[in-house]
């Protein structure tokens, strides 16, 4: 999609491919403890005021984040950054975050309470981490598992998908979108693909 790893281009690539509403970012360096991208996703919004970004920084406490002054740019809290529900429980109550419940080969990461779907917000990515890349396909047991358990709860699938078919697979279960970036930067996936998934 572009030549090099600089964020504010490969965003340009992304929304010159299509007009995405929305962007989702992994600071892996926040995630990790290391350090922290804030000032690139500052960048990124002040090009793209039109789109919204959700931020995984892999906060634990409503301090951590760095945002709080900008619109568009919604939390995600990633299960496998808490150790507790009452951490969860004020990120919930003060920034109104989207959830990550986040696996690996098929266990869950994070406090187990977080699997009930009474304490879900309005919107939830399942996270297959060992996926990521991996052009293995979504994990259809676990997404399915997610959204018979809270049918209105809007669930966005994140980790393997492969391309336009399995992307109608999950829009027939009745995911509400997904998480997508290799199939998008190698060309398996289309704009012309996205146009029909949308329709």
Known sequence: MC???NPVDIADA????????????????????TGSHARIVHQLKQQHPEVTFWVDSGIHAPEQWEYHDMENIRCVVGSESLETMPQYRRLDKALSPV???DFKQDNFIGPAA????????ENVICMTLNKVGSYEGA???????????????????????RDANDLQQLKTFGMAG???????????LSASDIVQLMA
């Open 3 to 5: 030549a090099g790893s």
């Open 14 to 33: 992304l929304l010159e491919l299509y007009p995405f509403k929305t962007l989702y970012i992994a600071d892996l360096d926040a995630i990790q403890g």
């Open 99 to 101: 959830l990550s419940l």
């Open 114 to 121: 977080l699997l009930e779907p009474d304490c879900w917000p």
């Open 139 to 161: 994990n259809v047991e676990i997404l399915a598992q997610l959204l018979h358990q809270s049918p209105r709860t809007k669930i966005y699938a994140a980790g393997g998908i």
């Open 178 to 188: 997904a998480l997508i970036a290799s199939s998008l930067h190698d060309g398996r």
